[in-house]
């Protein structure tokens, strides 16, 4: 009576233990399911030149760290060529050719104005040329890296003379407060080359007239962060609304490094920035 008794106690102890794991497999497959993740690198301040050939042969370690990596797209935030000449625009493309991950490109101070350079209609062509991803002429646009983000990059800077101060035109701004109205659901991610909430105070690499745009931020609650460079000085910083500004350091000063965003977020539950967190992490090549 015992022995029979004993047996079905084991029985019921192992068919308990099995459902009991059954269930917390289902717990834990549910918090997998919530918990989404979307990573991508951003590279500033190359500064490419075709008289410095060191550059050449670390944005090629860069096209093998990414390869390693393998997030989902990389951005480039401007000042890519040290001077706004059409052949080191050219150099500089086919320096980044080799990368196989979509990348995109932003305007920086030096790339292209119309008084001592390249306007910016040629840049433009010289990159869709070579880049598959940009295939239209467009000084600021937006991609999809998924359903549930939106990419922006904007262009900050001026057309006619080269600048070190930013700023945003209004044109922008109203395209993007349309856009985001358009897309109240979706995640935003915001590129341009002139920190809006810059790493330190200097006067003659701030942006100017950002009331308007500032206005805009704290106008919606589903903008994630907004990257750039120009300071040449990595940061993050998180401002009122919770969105992260992330200062991203120059890629031409050793130890030539960029940056790897890691972000973790629930789509189901987002009410606020507050609600994902990003991971930064700085690469060297």
Not at 224 to 251: C, K, W
Request: hydrophobic fraction near 35%.
């Amino acid at each position: 009576m015992c022995r029979k008794q004993y047996r079905k106690d084991a029985i019921m102890h192992k068919k308990t233990k099995k459902l009991f794991l059954l269930f917390f497999a289902f717990l834990l497959m549910q918090n997998l399911s919530f918990a989404q993740v979307l990573e991508f690198a951003q590279v500033s301040d190359v500064h490419y030149s075709l008289s410095n050939t060191s550059l050449d042969k670390y944005l090629y370690f860069l096209s093998l760290s990414l390869k390693k990596k393998n997030p989902e797209f990389v951005v480039f935030l401007g000042d890519n060529v040290d001077n706004s000449k059409e052949e080191d625009v050219i150099g500089f493309m086919r320096a980044v050719h080799s990368i196989k991950i979509p990348y995109y490109l932003a305007f920086g101070n030096n790339d292209a104005h119309r008084l001592s350079g390249i306007e910016k209609e040629t840049y433009l062509d010289i990159v869709t040329t070579f880049n598959r991803n940009q295939k239209d002429n467009l000084k600021y646009y937006y991609f999809k890296p998924n359903s549930d983000f939106i990419c922006v990059v904007l262009d900050d800077t001026p057309d006619f003379a080269p600048s070190t101060h930013g700023q945003v035109s209004d044109e922008q701004i109203e395209w993007l407060d349309k856009l985001l109205a358009k897309n109240p659901k979706k995640l935003f991610l915001i590129f341009h080359h002139s920190p809006i909430l810059p790493p330190r105070d200097e006067y003659k690499l701030s942006m100017l007239n950002t009331e308007k745009y500032s206005g805009l931020l704290k106008k919606y609650s589903n903008i994630i962060l907004i990257s750039s460079g120009h300071y040449h000085q990595e940061a993050v910083q998180t401002d009122e609304n919770g969105i992260r500004h992330i200062s991203v350091p120059a890629f031409k000063d050793i130890p030539h490094s960029y940056q790897l965003i890691k972000i973790i977020y629930d789509e189901n539950s987002y009410k606020s920035p507050k609600d994902v967190e990003v991971i930064v992490t700085r690469v060297k090549v």
